[in-house]
C-alpha cells in the first residue's frame, strides 16, 4: 500500500492512500475535512486542492478576528 503523509505549511492534512490508479485523501483535521474521502489523480492536484482548502480556512478565521 503506497501512502504519504501530507503537511501544508507545517502542518499535517492528512494522508493520501493509493486507491487503483488515484490516491484518496483522509483528513487529519477540520481545516481539510471537506476533502475526507476524496480521490486526486495524483499526489499534484491533491497537494494542490488541499492547500487551497486550508488557506481558505486559515484566511476566513484571520478575517473574522
Known sequence: ???CILE???EEAGVLVRDGSAY???????EAA?????T???LRKAESAVRQTM???KWRDQARR
Open 1 to 3: 500500500m503506497e501512502r
Open 8 to 10: 501544508i505549511e507545517g
Open 24 to 30: 484518496r485523501f483522509f483528513a487529519a483535521g477540520l
Open 34 to 38: 471537506k476533502l475526507d474521502g476524496r
Open 40 to 42: 486526486f489523480p495524483n
Open 55 to 57: 488557506m481558505g480556512v
